[in-house]
């Protein structure tokens, strides 16, 4: 207890264990945060202002940028500023308050991507009943409960991990407090817990990721039963950028969270790619492989001609 109530602190170790290559580092991350913020603000803007993206579809993707737009908030902005003054102090509030939006935005991307699928599965499979079912009112509180959904989970999991007593020396070995780096510095055996949290996120992701493959299952048999070949392009077109982006965000997130303990490698390099990479190419791969939101953006951009002239 004594050590619980003295440590105010963590110190985040992240890259200092390569200082030489912290400046090249910082200037990478900074121009793919720049380039992840832009994306996701234009597909925003976008479905905001182009009246024919105010569909389902769009609003979930919509949706999805803002809470990836929070999620890259809550880690990259502090990782960045940690690259450049080598000051890698974090509270223990802020470190329990990082690890549950992370976390919560972390869920609530997961089902917002598992809201997707089952859109195109509605939209595809029953096309006569889906403006019944997918109404404005009910799109919102599809989305409130991902949001909901994500952060009760998270919640549940951070209160967890901080009731334990942590000891000196207060070092996370990690650029942001990721609950082993966190669990790791308990003075007590914190295995329990750590079986238990890594079960809620990993029931999480593959619970969701399993719907996702259930919903195309669906999907691809109706697609089959397409007479012709244009009709089965268009169909798959629609959900080409769903499907990848699903695949890259679950794919980098099981190297994440299903790695064992003792499997070795640096859990600095490996979280890069789910918390930089996949923001990243999130929003690039909704835009440039979907022609709704190209046409929208060449719009905006004539508008925007006339208006100078």
């Excluded at 003295?6 to 793919?32: M, N, W």
């Excluded at 992370?102 to 809201?115: A, H, K, Q, R, V």
Aim: charge should be positive; proline fraction near 4%.
């Amino acid at each position: 207890m004594i050590n619980q109530t003295i440590l105010k602190e963590f110190i985040l170790i992240g890259f200092s264990a390569y200082p030489l290559v912290q400046t090249c580092l910082f200037v990478v991350f900074l121009c793919l945060y720049m380039v992840t913020l832009a994306g996701n603000l234009a597909i925003m803007g976008l479905t905001w202002v182009d009246r024919s993206l105010h569909t389902p579809m769009y609003f979930f993707l919509s949706a999805l940028s803002f809470s990836e737009t929070c999620y890259t908030l809550t880690i990259i902005p502090k990782m960045l500023v940690d690259l450049i003054d080598k000051d890698s102090h974090i509270s223990v509030t802020g470190c329990g308050l990082q690890m549950c939006f992370f976390l919560g935005l972390g869920g609530t991307n997961c089902i917002l991507l598992t809201l997707m699928g089952y859109d195109r599965f509605l939209a595809i499979c029953n096309p006569l009943r889906y403006p019944l079912l997918m109404t404005n009112v009910a799109c919102g509180q599809l989305v409130a409960s991902a949001w909901v959904g994500g952060f009760f989970i998270s919640l549940i999991e951070t209160t967890l991990i901080f009731r334990v007593s942590f000891c000196i020396p207060n070092l996370i070995r990690h650029f942001f407090c990721h609950m082993r780096a966190v669990l790791r510095l308990s003075c007590t055996d914190s295995n329990f817990t750590e079986f238990i949290v890594t079960l809620m996120s990993v029931s999480g992701l593959l619970g969701t990721f399993l719907l996702i493959l259930l919903t195309y299952v669906f999907i691809l048999s109706s697609v089959l039963k397409i007479p012709s070949a244009e009709g089965k392009q268009k169909a798959f077109s629609t959900c080409a950028s769903h499907l990848t982006v699903v695949l890259i965000h679950f794919g980098f997130a099981s190297v994440v969270y299903m790695k064992p303990e003792n499997s070795g490698g640096d859990d600095t390099l490996i979280a890069v790619p789910y918390t930089v990479i996949t923001p990243f190419l999130s929003p690039i791969i909704f835009t440039l492989r979907n022609k709704d939101m190209k046409n929208a953006f060449r719009k905006i951009m004539r508008k925007t001609v006339v208006l100078k002239k």
